[in-house]
C-alpha cells in the first residue's frame, strides 16, 4: 500500500498570503497524484487530477506540482473561503490511499 | 446535475449488520464506476471499495475485505454497501463517490469527482 504523508498538519496564515502544501508518497505515484477541499460538515470537493489539472470550477489561485514521490499544493493569495483540510489522493494503484490531510486555519 | 444520497445510517449496536444506500441522479449511473469512502469523526479518509459500472468487478480496502459487501442495482440508480458484524471502529460518515471516466466493466485507480454528502454510522451498545 501506498501511504501519503501530508506536512504540515496545520497551516496558520491570513488571508491574503500563500500557502504551500506538502504530500509525499512512500513509492512513486508518477504524476498520478490528486487533491481535495473539505470544509467542516461537507462532502471533500475535487480540486487538481493528475498533480496539476485543475478541476471544474477550481479558481487560478490553486495549482499543484510535483512528480514521483514530492508534490505540492499551492494557494496563490488566501481567501476566506479557502480555510479549509486539503487531503492527497495517490490513484496509482490499489488500494486507493489518501493523506492524513492539512489543515489551513485563520491565523 | 449529478446528485449522490446517501441513507440507511444511524446507531447500531456492536456484531450487527448494515445497509447502505446511495441513490445517484443526474448521471447516467449504469456507465460509471461507483466508490465508498469512510471518515471517522475528526479524522481523515479511508476508502472503502469500488464497483465497476456493470457490477461484475470489485475491490475493497484490505481491512474492509470479508465484512463489507459493495452492489448496485442499475435498474433503480442505487449503490450499496453492506457491512457485517459491526465494530466500534466502524463508527463513521461513509460517502458514495463517482468515478468521473465513463467505462465498461473493467475498473482501475482512479479518483472521485463527486461526492455525497455522506451517512453517518455509529456503533455502540
Known amino acids: 500500500e501506498i501511504v501519503l504523508t501530508q506536512s504540515p498538519a496545520t497551516l496558520s496564515l491570513s488571508p491574503g498570503e500563500r500557502a504551500t502544501l506538502s504530500c509525499r508518497a512512500s513509492q512513486r505515484v508518477a504524476g498520478y497524484l490528486v487533491w481535495y477541499q473539505q470544509k467542516p460538515g461537507q462532502a471533500p470537493r475535487l480540486l487538481l487530477d493528475?498533480?496539476?489539472n485543475r478541476a471544474t470550477g477550481i479558481p487560478a489561485r490553486f495549482s499543484g506540482g510535483g512528480s514521483g514521490t514530492d508534490f505540492t499544493l499551492t494557494i496563490s493569495s488566501l481567501e476566506p473561503e479557502d480555510f479549509a483540510v486539503y487531503y492527497c489522493?495517490?490513484?496509482?494503484?490499489?488500494?486507493?490511499?489518501f493523506g492524513g490531510g492539512t489543515k489551513v486555519e485563520i491565523k | 446535475q449529478v446528485q449522490l444520497a446517501e441513507s440507511g445510517g444511524g446507531v447500531v449496536r456492536p456484531g450487527r449488520s448494515l445497509r447502505l444506500s446511495c441513490a445517484a441522479s443526474g448521471f447516467i449511473f449504469s456507465g460509471y464506476a461507483m466508490h465508498w469512502v469512510r471518515q471517522a469523526p475528526g479524522k481523515g479518509l479511508e476508502w472503502v471499495a469500488v464497483i465497476s459500472s456493470d457490477g461484475s468487478n470489485k475491490y475493497y480496502a484490505d481491512s474492509m475485505k470479508g465484512r463489507f459487501t459493495v452492489s448496485r442495482d442499475n435498474s433503480k440508480n442505487t449503490l450499496y454497501l453492506e457491512v457485517n458484524s459491526l465494530r466500534a471502529e466502524d463508527t463513521a460518515v461513509y460517502y458514495c463517490a463517482k468515478d468521473p471516466r465513463y467505462s465498461a466493466g473493467t475498473i482501475s485507480p482512479f479518483y472521485f469527482d463527486y461526492w455525497g454528502q455522506g451517512t453517518l454510522v455509529t456503533v455502540s451498545s
Open positions: 489522493q495517490q490513484r496509482t494503484s490499489w488500494p486507493l490511499t
Open positions: 493528475d498533480a496539476s
